[in-house]
């Protein structure tokens, strides 16, 4: 793990100062926690309101704002859950493992204040169960943190399905309930009535860790980094074509080539990016070097932060036959609630084969086309949307690939090593 700033991180920081969220040794103890972050303070009405005026929106890809949900639950009559999202379904991210790994009571400071800030009845937090060390340091922070009494509620570590859908907010619910981890995208929604029916904010590990500290030290020091519509920091996970891949600590806000160059990679061995994970956007490099990594900029070139993905494509592999095996991967991952997951998305990973054995008459593209066009939209949930728009951008990034396929059945760098992860699928429960 590595910043781009390589300071000391200080117990008050100074502005601007990184990093912020990964300290450059594991504060696995509360007290060497207490003695680098300094004591947390109670959680209240008036974090709330600096929460807003920071402008923190979650880490975990949909962006959104933080103080917006965390006030739909306070409008609730009831009192209910904060549920702490660490499960972390995307294959190339490692961010959230990163930081439970270096700061985890950084993220169970931020849980239990946004708990007490809502006056919430309990904490849960939820990590993909295949991650054994993540649950390790998380248990062995739990326990610690219930030895000193620091805590004034009950919090309680679940390990989640491994899927990859697992991780949205109304299937970790759902599945917290006793239900299959499979999202539900229709009313109510979890700050309506989520665990045991109660009004429930689910937020990102990072999301919190970086709660705890506009808690400690306000959000004018929060917003000290960044962009003005987009302040603060962000972890990112970047692999590839790099000699120092890993998690990165940024300044939203950071060109893409300076990312590339703290991650000691070229853009001149480098054919795309794909940012923002399985449900991003390959940008080409000529794209790539124009944007900076906030969700302002990423968004003129038709891409999004969404998980804080970035992997660079070396110049020796194919992409064409890397997307192929996501979409692929997507189309096993899918829920089965809909006709877009169980016929849409197999039929877009078979179209995929195809090109990459060679589409000899075009016809198998233009089937594909039409196929992501008609899933759009249409899901009980947003895999498919994500799916199609991951497919769509690999289409457009790769039509050389493509080209060659068609005439030759190969393009020459079919036999270089996979990039992109696709693991097996785990169980709904």
């Not at 449900?279 to 070097?289: D, N, Q, Y």
Request: glycine share 10%; with cysteine.
């Amino acid at each position: 793990m590595r910043s781009t700033e390589l300071r000391p991180a200080a117990r008050t920081p100074d502005a601007g100062e990184l990093p912020r969220l990964l300290p450059h040794e594991p504060l696995r103890h509360y007290s060497d926690h207490v003695a680098h972050f300094g004591a947390r303070p109670a959680g209240s009405q008036a974090l709330l309101t600096e929460v807003e005026r920071s402008g923190l929106r979650g880490h975990g890809g949909a962006g959104f704002p933080t103080a917006t949900k965390m006030r739909a639950v306070a409008s609730q009559r009831r009192r209910g859950y904060v549920v702490v999202n660490a499960t972390e379904g995307e294959p190339m991210s490692s961010k959230d493992k990163a930081l439970c790994a270096v700061a985890p009571h950084l993220v169970l400071d931020g849980a239990a204040l946004a708990a007490e800030t809502l006056r919430a009845l309990e904490v849960v937090v939820c990590v993909d169960r295949a991650a054994t060390a993540t649950i390790r340091n998380l248990r062995r922070a739990i326990d610690e943190r219930v030895a000193l009494g620091v805590d004034r509620l009950h919090v309680r570590l679940e390990s989640a399905p491994d899927r990859y859908v697992s991780g949205e907010e109304s299937a970790l619910v759902r599945w917290i309930n006793g239900g299959e981890a499979k999202p539900i995208f229709v009313p109510p929604r979890p700050f309506e009535r989520g665990v045991a029916r109660r009004p429930t904010l689910v937020q990102n590990a990072e999301t919190l860790a970086h709660l705890a500290l506009i808690a400690r030290y306000g959000a004018r020091w929060f917003r000290s980094l960044g962009t003005e519509t987009e302040p603060g920091s962000a972890l990112v996970t970047i692999a590839g074509s790099v000699a120092v891949p890993g998690v990165f600590e940024i300044p939203l806000g950071l060109p893409m080539s300076r990312m590339m160059a703290a991650a000691g990679g070229s853009f001149d061995e480098t054919q795309a990016l794909l940012v923002g994970g399985y449900f991003g956007t390959w940008l080409s490099v000529e794209e790539a070097r124009r944007v900076t990594l906030d969700p302002a900029s990423l968004r003129t070139a038709g891409a999004s932060f969404g998980c804080g993905v970035i992997v660079a494509l070396p110049d020796a592999s194919c992409g064409l036959a890397e997307s192929a095996d996501v979409a692929q991967w997507l189309a096993n991952e899918n829920a089965g609630q809909c006709g877009p997951c169980v016929n849409g998305l197999p039929a877009i990973a078979a179209a995929m084969s195809v090109l990459v054995a060679g589409d000899r008459d075009g016809k198998a593209e233009q089937r594909l086309r039409g196929w992501l066009e008609l899933v759009k939209g249409r899901g009980a949930c947003k895999h498919p949307d994500g799916a199609a728009r991951f497919v769509a951008s690999s289409l457009d990034a790769f039509s050389t690939e493509i080209e060659l396929h068609r005439l030759h059945g190969r393009c020459g760098r079919m036999s270089a090593p996979r990039v992109l992860a696709t693991p097996a699928p785990g169980p709904w429960r």
